[in-house]
């Protein structure tokens, strides 16, 4: 069971080793005494193998309120938290007319997001994020109307939301962006309607700045890392998430007796590459070749396997998906059927039950679920309540 609002004590440490890099190199994402990543009483790259956008944010906070590297973490998650929490009830009280709607609404939001702030660490950002924008872009059409001015600067802070959450943790985010996507591409091909494709192509825009903001930061840190120290030597100094890492070890999920032993941890993918190429730099561009590799033999040898190990990550997202979505499969039958919303919903649920699929279906994963499958619930107690009104 977790401890509420504790992040990894790794995690931690890292900020801690970004706080002192910075301080000394005056340069963000550079650490100093990262002992979790072997950089002990040296310099390294920050964030190493993890998205860089708490490395950067939490030093931050730590600076400028001189508070320790450990309260800024608690302050940083617990206030996005809160602002997410506070954002999505405002456009639920906003948006929504159905005094049942906004009762369990505000129930779903703040049981969701307060787990969500319990969990903390950068996995909540999976189920803040799409917590606090569903509401608003579910129901996008009351919106409309409104000047063409406020639309455009609603939509620029979607997006710097949506860059914000991806920076912090990768993916978080992107669950909207595909929501609106396909339900833009809907109206495109079904209604001649070219306007929310206009209205997503300016949601990117700030993501877009905000990427390559990051990327100059990240150029930085790796010029002054090759310039003053030898971390080349020891770091892939790319700032490269590991994809294969995760999905290999995931193989592991259902420790099947007739397959070959994979255990879902960290470590044994580490000592797996390690066994096959005992000079790769871990989390380089060739580590994740070695293991991608190792996932497709494991695949290609274990065909039978791998499909058991799929379906039973499907089951248990799908679990969770009826559990957070409870009464809402009794409006969804009972409901005249509304297309665009299903579109919008589904999209996301989707993106999100992917990802546990992909790598693990843990509940951390998951929380971008959570959040979409109740506020669905919650979309289809407004148009079973607006139909009875105009019915009545």
């Keep these: 069971m977790p401890q509420p609002l504790q992040t990894m004590p790794c995690r931690v440490t890292g900020y801690e080793a970004a706080y002192e890099g910075l301080n000394i190199s005056e340069t963000y994402l550079i650490a100093f005494n ?6 002990k009483n040296a310099f390294s790259p920050a964030a190493y193998t993890d998205y860089v956008g708490s490395y950067i944010y939490i030093p931050i906070i730590s600076k400028i309120f001189g508070s320790s590297i450990e309260n800024s973490t608690i302050y940083f998650f617990l206030i996005y938290g809160l602002f997410c929490i506070l954002l999505s009830l405002i456009g639920l009280f906003r948006l929504y007319k159905s005094k049942f709607a906004k009762i369990y609404g505000s129930f779903a939001i703040i049981s969701v997001g307060f787990l969500c702030i319990f969990i903390s660490d950068t996995y909540s ?15 996008f059409q009351k919106l409309e109307n409104n000047k063409i001015k406020k639309i455009f600067i609603f939509c620029l802070l979607t997006g710097l939301i949506i860059a914000f959450s991806n920076s912090v943790r990768g993916h978080s985010g992107n669950d909207l962006l595909v929501s609106i996507f396909f339900v833009s591409i809907f109206l495109l091909y079904n209604k001649k309607i070219y306007k929310r494709v206009i209205i997503f192509s300016i949601i990117l825009i700030p ?40 999905a290999y070890y995931s193989l592991g999920y259902l420790q099947l007796a007739d397959t070959e032993k994979i255990e879902p941890t960290d470590v044994f993918s580490v000592k797996k590459a390690q066994e096959i190429d005992p000079y790769v730099k871990l989390f380089s561009k060739e580590y994740e070749n070695v293991l991608k590799m ?24 799908f679990l969770y998906f009826v559990i957070f979505f409870n009464i809402g499969i ?63």
Excluded at 34 to 39: M, S, T, W, Y
Excluded at 225 to 242: F, P, W
């Design 207 to 246: 993501i877009f700045i905000f990427n390559f903001y990051l990327k100059n930061l990240q150029d930085k840190a790796k010029t002054y890392l090759i310039e003053n120290t030898n971390a080349e030597e020891k770091y892939d100094l790319n700032y490269v998430r590991a994809v294969w890492h995760n």
């Design 294 to 317: 190792e996932y497709f033999r494991f695949v290609k040898n274990n065909p039978l396997s791998f499909l058991k190990i799929i379906l039973a990550k499907s089951a248990v997202v």
């Design 34 to 39: 990262d002992i979790c990543n072997n950089g």
């Design 125 to 139: 950002f999976y189920g803040l994020t799409s917590l606090a924008l569903i509401t608003w872009w579910s129901r």
């Design 330 to 392: 009794y409006f969804l039958f009972k409901n005249k059927f509304n297309i665009e919303n299903f579109i919008f919903f589904l999209s996301g649920i989707t993106f999100n039950g992917l990802l546990g699929v992909a790598t693990e279906p843990n509940y951390t994963y998951l929380l971008g679920l959570f959040s979409y499958s109740s506020l669905y619930s919650v979309s289809l107690i407004e148009d079973q309540n607006t139909e009875s009104f105009k019915t009545n």
